[in-house]
Nanobody, 128 residues
């Protein structure tokens, strides 16, 4: 069983930066993708970013975070990061880390239904 633990959430002002971390409890198969999803208050969970756990570290971003968020991994530490800059109140959400098996189609990674393991979430609140 893979366990994912998020950390780094908090309350910040608009324009600030924040870095989230997702620690993986044990080695996951190289053929996995680690993703970040978020759920704004009163809304459905949505995709933010994803990265392949091995290989060329191909990344994926939603249009809403592209250019402001950067996903990266440290395999030795078993950690996936989400660096967030230029935060706005619209980024307020519970952020979840998740893991999905790799698939031949990249669109697979944009749906939370395809992720097998989930963390408990970390709250990010951005005030104007």
């Amino acid at each position: 069983q893979v366990q994912l633990v998020e950390s780094g959430g908090g309350s910040v002002q608009a324009g600030d930066s924040l870095r989230l971390s997702c620690t993986v409890s044990r080695s996951i198969f190289s053929s996995y993708v680690l993703g970040w999803f978020r759920q704004p208050p009163g809304k459905e969970r949505e995709f933010a970013a994803a990265i392949h756990w091995s290989g060329n570290s191909k990344t994926y971003y939603s249009d809403s975070v592209k250019g402001r968020f950067t996903i990266a991994r440290d395999n030795a530490k078993k950690v996936v990061y989400l660096q967030m800059i230029s935060l706005t109140p619209e980024d307020t959400a519970v952020y979840y880390c998740a893991a999905a098996p790799t698939y031949y189609s990249d669109t697979f990674y944009y749906s939370d239904r395809n992720y097998q393991y989930w963390g408990q979430g970390t709250q990010v609140t951005v005030s104007s």
